[in-house]
């Protein structure tokens, strides 16, 4: 056996299709643009047609094979119909990546419905959904990959957790619920725990330079994370590779969360 034949049977997504949420820029993009460069088929579900189909137009140039569809994922009809549109696209989906996400963090006593009601809907309730429609099929076939994105706020509450904290440690929860319903029949559900990520989603922290100093000395690995680096990461719970690995929250963080 080659060692590319080694590594194609324990990584190649070949074949597989996925949906990512959040995929046209930041963490998601990253790793949509990884599941496609692995093999996969994939379709970008996030709110701006712009970001979008450039996105896609990155991908299609490299040879992926990759569509779009914009969505606001603050709603369940919403939700609803970009599953049935992303559907249209490539067919029922092998991989679920759940990377969209909303981060209002008001200090906790301006912290309203308002604010409540969206951060769940779009960091937890949209993730649920989207389990709910695919999951089962996944099962039903014997194989497949849910990735959700959480957060430290999920383990730990510093910075105005509010709301956002609550609906990162509500999404690992539900990974776990998820994988205890469908790992049985071949169905894995895991999630990745950034540090702090230069990404668009956390512009009101990288805008500041002494507090990006400041949290990249709180990591081992000496640097605040890049998207990039959850494209391993991806690619690997994505696979055949990780098909023993279910329930999981693994920390894509530098050590930040045990340093």
């Known amino acids: 056996m080659t060692s590319h034949t080694y590594l194609s049977e324990l990584f190649s997504l070949d074949g597989r ?7 046209s820029s930041g963490i998601g993009g990253a790793i949509a643009g990884a599941l496609a460069r692995a093999g996969a088929s ?20 490299d040879g992926c094979r990759a569509a779009w569809v914009s969505a606001d994922l603050s709603t369940r009809e919403a939700v609803r ?61 014997g194989f497949g990959r849910i990735i959700h994105i959480s957060s430290q706020q999920a383990h730990r509450a510093f910075v105005r957790s509010g709301a956002y904290g609550v609906s990162k440690g509500a999404l690992e929860s539900l990974a776990r619920s998820q994988a205890e319903a469908w790992s049985p029949h071949g169905v894995t559900s895991n999630t990745l725990v950034p540090g702090f990520v230069l990404t668009p989603l956390n512009a009101r922290l990288s805008s500041d330079p002494e507090t990006v100093a400041a949290l990249a000395a709180r990591t081992m690995a000496g640097r605040n994370g890049l998207a990039e680096d959850f494209a391993g990461a991806a690619v690997f719970l994505a696979g055949p590779a990780s098909g023993y690995i279910t329930g999981q929250s693994i920390f894509v963080d530098g050590g930040l969360s045990v340093h």
């Open 17 to 23: 299709v996925a949906v990512v949420t959040g995929g």
């Open 81 to 141: 119909a970009a599953a049935e549109q992303a559907v249209e696209v490539f067919g029922e989906p092998d991989i679920l990546v759940n990377s969209a996400g909303i981060n209002l963090r008001p200090p906790m006593e301006e912290l309203d419905e308002e604010v409540w009601d969206v951060t769940m809907a779009v960091n937890l309730e949209a993730p649920y959904l989207l389990g709910q429609r695919f999951g089962p099929g996944m099962a039903q076939r």
């Open 42 to 61: 994939v379709v970008i579900v996030a709110r701006k047609e712009r970001e979008l189909a450039a996105a896609v137009d990155e991908l299609a140039a």
